[in-house]
């Protein structure tokens, strides 16, 4: 059995949509040959927590760098994050480079080079975001030479919450980026769009490689060692999981809402559907579980549908799972950014875990719709489509829909298939 080495800030405690990719492959890798060792951060003040989380792990072994306050205590707040706060984190971007965690970088770098040093490693894997995690990699690839593969969840800059705010700051995100790219021994992404993003960013790098550089002439170009797994479900958990049974019609939304990312459209939906026939609204609830900011609160004020939606707040993982395999309508709100067209949220795979139907409100030339369509999970419609959005919630209440997609066209996407593709990669250079 070989032992990997994960660079993985985001990690249980800590709960959220970045943790689950990771917790995966944890759980699935020794299967393949592979026993992951998890390197993270302390757990102890997290945004959003799930002890419960580590039960499928319990047998792995986690390193925990325990270092000084980031930022990232900036961005971080309750379940509905003040607006005093969002307005502190439009600042860190200025003082924190990479990101918001940078701060952990040093201890995590001297506790994985101790660890290493302890033997038994036999490659080193990170994941982003947050980018400091490739950063610590790097380090570590450097002083121990093992093998390295970089894994991005999301792109390192572009979206609309990572844009560099000067064009000094952007040269040094670029040539941090550039480092990680040139020297990691494989690149993985997470979707099409990053692999995309990736390629571009490489190319435009180009002849801008720093002298310290481990590529050279006739090193393996980054096509040729850049590849996609893509996020997925856990099947094994769905397996088990009883489906919460609700008196009203409902629709449920698991993840964080905010201004990118926001409930308007599907408020006008919602209003259109309501109208439609006035009983409908004693009989209908809208779920929403996890973070979301305070624009979003008011938003729902404004719409006057309080009635109806209610902000649920962090949810154990066990009991979203209940809630979405019980639900009428799972709902998936895209980001408004065009940046998040060529992505695919990670929330989406697990809905397809649940087999109920979705509707997804956004891009309708996007990755993940074309998903949705192509597995006939549900709908997807424009956010500047109130009556499509309440079309679609019409079919839903009267049960004319039923998706198609099933557990054989889902398999792909299983994390246990996914981490047996991760483990091929170890394998190709370990």
Known sequence: MKRVLVVAYFYP?????????????????PSFGFDPVILTGSGSTP???????????????????????????????????????????????????????????????????????????DAIYSTSPPDTDHLIALTLHRQSGLPWVADFRDPWIGLSYRRPPTPWHRAAHERMLGDVLR?????????????????????????TASSDASGGEGAPTLEARLSVISNGFEAEEWAGVVPRRFDRF??????RLSGERTLRPFLDGLAVFLARDASRRAATQCLLLGPHDHGQSLLVERSGLGDVIRFAGQVPHAETLQMEAGANVLLLVQSASREYRDLVPGKLYEYLGAGRPVLAIGFPESLAADLVRRLGAGWVSTPDDP????????????????????????????????????????????
């Open 13 to 29: 405690p800590v709960a959220g949509g970045g943790v689950y990719r990771t917790l995966g492959f944890a759980r699935h890798l």
């Open 47 to 121: 945004w959003v927590s799930d002890p419960e989380l580590l039960q499928a792990v319990a047998r792995v072994e986690v390193v925990r760098a325990e270092g000084g306050r980031t930022a990232a205590a900036i961005r971080r707040g309750g379940v509905s994050r003040p607006a005093w706060k969002e307005a502190l984190a439009h600042f860190a971007p200025w003082v924190a480079i990479p990101d918001a965690y940078a701060g952990w970088r040093r201890s995590a770098e001297r506790a994985g080079l101790a660890r290493i040093r302890q033997g038994g490693i």
């Open 183 to 207: 020297e990691a021994t494989r690149v993985v992404a997470a979707a099409e769009g990053t692999k995309a993003w990736l390629a571009a960013a490489d190319r435009g790098a180009a002849g």
């Open 250 to 255: 409902t629709v449920v939304h698991a993840g």
């Open 387 to 430: 009556a499509g959005i309440a079309d679609a919630l019409e079919l839903a209440w009267t049960g004319k829909f039923t998706p198609r997609h099933s557990a054989e066209e889902c398999a792909r996407y299983t994390r246990r298939a996914l981490a047996g593709e991760l483990a091929r990669v170890f394998g190709a250079i370990t």
